[in-house]
């Protein structure tokens, strides 16, 4: 039987930027930097989660995708479509002035939401919309 999630996909349009955004800018650890001639599995997360992964795929033909198909995800992307989230955090407020303090581009701040969080939302440097979630 499938019991958990262990790597999921985060499309960018570079490698080596979003390596740079999510390392520096979110704190995220390497996990895995393998070539195998003009494919890189690239893989990050967080310290205290160790289970999860997230590979950084970067948006480029291979023998996975057609260019056709690279351009309709690179669409998605830019368009803010394939973003992944909630992130979870004890403290939405600080997160939200932290992150931004390192040059995140947030498209809405931290806004205390009638539904249940307080909720903040950003981009990454490729343009996937993510969410920033504290439960109340």
């Not at 895995?32 to 033909?61: C, I, M």
């Not at 992130?87 to 931290?110: H, N, R, S």
């Amino acid at each position: 039987m499938i019991n958990r999630l262990s790597v999921t996909t985060i499309w960018v349009k570079d490698q080596n930027e979003a390596l740079r955004f999510y390392t520096e800018k979110l704190g995220f650890e390497i996990r895995a930097d393998v070539k195998n001639g003009d494919y890189r599995w690239l893989t990050v997360g967080l310290k205290d989660q160790p289970e999860l992964e997230f590979q950084l795929a970067e948006l480029k033909a291979s023998h996975a995708l057609t260019q056709e198909q690279v351009d309709n995800l690179t669409k998605l992307v830019e368009a803010g479509q394939l973003g992944i989230g909630p992130w979870k955090t004890d403290d939405c407020f600080k997160t939200y002035e932290a992150l931004k303090a390192k040059g995140v581009e947030f498209v809405q701040p931290a806004t205390d939401r009638p539904y249940g969080i307080i909720e903040a939302v950003f981009k990454d440097n490729s343009g996937n919309v993510m969410v920033l979630a504290q439960d109340k």
